[in-house]
């Protein structure tokens, strides 16, 4: 799989492509915690804004930012397919989803990851984020862990 033609852009919540992709998570996140079932619907603010990245016309992945309560953004819902993983997609997914959050006026992005998914970890580790307490709803989540990232001011424009 080549990316040279790797294409990320907002896209509605209820698109066909983002619904396959999201129910592609569940599936893995299912996979890896058997004992706590994943609806991809759970935690979702009316607010999100999905992204949609494509290689050869063909979905490999998405992700999502949502208002958080406090004023902060928080990413959703990301997942590439895992025939296209290793080729940068994720990277770049998140410093899209980033440069939105910014540019919507957020200072700061959170999000939620857990345990069975150092991937996961290594990518948000290694693109800034810091480890942070558990935050609702995911306090008394055991495998969970999330981390933040302060996000520069007055960014607009396409990354």
Same mark, same amino acid.
């Given at each position: ?50 992204? @949609? %990245?494509?290689?050869? !016309?063909? =979905? ?11 004023? /902060?953004?928080? &990413? ?23 440069? @939105? %959050?910014?540019?919507? !006026?957020? =200072? ?11 991937? /996961?970890?290594? &990518? ?36």
């Amino acid at each position: 799989m080549t990316t040279h033609d790797l294409t990320i852009a907002e896209v509605a919540a209820d698109d066909p492509r983002i619904r396959q992709l999201v129910r592609d998570l569940d599936a893995d996140l299912n996979a890896r915690y058997p004992d706590e079932p994943c609806i991809g619907g759970i935690h979702i603010h009316p607010g999100i804004r999905f992204l @949609l %990245a494509e290689a050869g !016309g063909r =979905p490999v992945g998405c992700c999502a930012v949502q208002p958080f309560p406090d004023g /902060a953004a928080e &990413l959703k819902r990301m997942y590439v397919a895992p025939e296209a993983r290793g080729h940068g997609i994720a990277t770049r997914l998140l410093a899209r989803a980033e440069h @939105l %959050a910014a540019g919507l !006026g957020h =200072p700061e992005i959170r999000l939620e990851t857990a345990v069975h998914q150092p991937e /996961a970890i290594a &990518l948000y580790t290694r693109s800034g984020y810091t480890s942070i307490p558990n935050y609702p709803p995911y306090q008394d989540k055991q495998l969970s862990r999330c981390y933040a990232k302060p996000l520069p001011a007055g960014v607009h424009g396409a990354p």
